[in-house]
């Protein structure tokens, strides 16, 4: 292999002890190897170039999988041309669309603020269709995912959700684009018509679907507005949906300190509702933002039901592994169209006008006002951002974070070395994980 001689060991690469094994990690490249102790002492111990002398296949193998790079090269700079790569792919596009914000649940802790009028009207679901109708025209353009949240999108199924789906898809059949569909929703208000429209689509559908604790904790959450318990119904409409070709399901099970403990009975529930395990079906866990303490006791609980719902055969995935994408909000092949008009990238943030950043013009092209370049402008993080070891995973935090952390000149993020240490650990054992399913 031609290798270089003024060559440099990565910013981004990471020696930890798990599992009884030395394993190195380089976070750009997200290549892992695992170091016997003669070969880890050689990588600590010798200068590159001594290093490429004692072991030249060992020297060629790091300098192939990113461990070692060469000596001008700008690590950070490298970083941000492959997320720049990736933020004008043009040949994938997401719209986000709120047909309400409106909900059926009071969830006590949603951000969003709730009513009827604010839903899309007739005249700004035109703009709309326009919009995706100049979008299916870009040649570059192979893949179109429609996503609906809100609110509850099912609010407004005949209003809204069905019309624009029927037109997308339409018109990407016409184009030969591939369609999927996304939805973010509490799974309560399917309809069979829904159901039914799935059957005949043929596309590929993932939606999200959340629970809060087993039938009692969950029906004090999550009670629909009319009355009466929801777990029930959502649990039969999963079985529904995961009987139609095509269809996925997330299931997140937002859990506190309250309700933790319930999700024991998850699998078993699951089961009774004529949900077996599937390729289809996968669940995780969040932890409500408000909700804090216990952390061990927590910890324990969740561990517990993960493992009923592995011995049960259901893939539970791993939230608390660190993922590398970045955030949607940072790339300009994702928007979202709010009920009225208006432009948004955080989907996190309540979405009223003053967080708005364009809107939706009749003619159907996207003007961007000055929050939209303040973001674009920000989301490379800060010069503490720039010479810090874990940035090709924590990406200086999402644009939101720094927006609203504009002029802080260290960590944003607060990162002391053990944390850094912890979120490397975690992106490690994720990967061991995901390499051991595929065996």
């Known amino acids: 292999m031609n290798t270089k001689l003024n060559m440099k060991k990565s910013l981004y690469n990471h020696l930890s002890y798990i599992d009884g094994r030395w394993i190195l990690y380089n976070a750009f490249s997200d290549e892992i190897c695992v170091l016997d102790p003669q070969i880890k002492a050689l990588y600590e111990g010798e200068s590159i170039e001594k290093l490429r002398c ?14 070692i790079v060469p000596f001008e090269v700008n690590e950070a700079q ?31 802790y949603c951000y969003e603020k709730h009513n ?8 700004v679901l035109d703009r709309l269709k326009t919009f995706i109708s100049q979008k299916m025209e870009s040649i570059e353009l192979q893949v179109f995912n429609l996503s609906f949240f809100g609110g509850e999108p099912f609010m407004q199924y005949h209003s809204i959700v069905k019309p624009l789906i029927e037109y997308i898809h339409s018109l990407a059949i016409q184009a030969e684009k591939t369609l999927n569909l996304q939805f ?39 009670n629909p507005t009319m009355g009466g318990g929801s777990y029930n119904t959502i649990l039969s409409n999963c079985a529904k949906l995961l009987a139609i070709p095509g269809v996925d399901i997330t299931i997140r099970c937002n859990y506190t300190t309250k309700n933790v403990a319930t999700f024991v009975e998850l699998a078993e529930d699951l089961k009774s509702s004529g949900i077996l395990p599937t390729p289809s079906l996968g669940i995780n866990f969040h932890r409500v933002w408000q909700d804090y303490g216990n952390e061990v006791e927590v910890n324990n609980h969740i561990e517990k039901a993960t493992k009923i719902l592995s011995q049960s055969g259901y893939a539970v995935l791993d939230s608390n592994g660190v993922e590398k994408h970045r955030c949607y909000a940072d790339r300009n092949n994702h928007i979202v169209i709010n009920y009225d008009g208006n432009l948004f990238r955080c989907t996190a943030r309540d979405f009223v006008s003053e967080n708005a950043e364009g809107i939706l013009n009749e003619d159907g092209t996207l003007s961007f006002n000055e929050k939209a370049s303040i973001r674009k402008n920000t989301k490379w993080g800060n010069a503490t951002c720039a010479r810090c070891n874990v940035y090709p995973l924590c990406h200086g935090l999402c644009s939101q974070y720094k927006i609203e952390h504009a002029g802080v000149q260290g960590c944003i993020a607060g990162y002391s070395k053990e944390d850094k240490n912890n979120i490397f650990d975690k992106r490690i054992k994720y990967i061991i994980k995901q390499a051991r399913r595929c065996l």
């Open 54 to 67: 004692i072991h030249p296949e060992f020297y060629d193998f790091l300098v192939l999988k990113g461990f």
């Open 78 to 108: 490298k970083c941000i041309k492959q997320w720049e790569r990736e933020d004008n792919d043009q040949q994938s596009f997401t719209l986000m669309v709120n047909p309400t914000l409106d909900c059926n649940m009071r969830c006590w």
């Open 184 to 222: 973010t929703t509490n799974g309560y208000k399917l309809e069979s018509d829904f159901f039914e429209l799935l059957s005949v689509l043929n596309v590929h559908s993932h939606f999200q679907i959340t629970l809060d604790g087993n039938k009692r904790m969950h029906d004090i959450v999550r």
């Open 116 to 123: 009827a009028t604010r839903t899309m009207i007739p005249e």
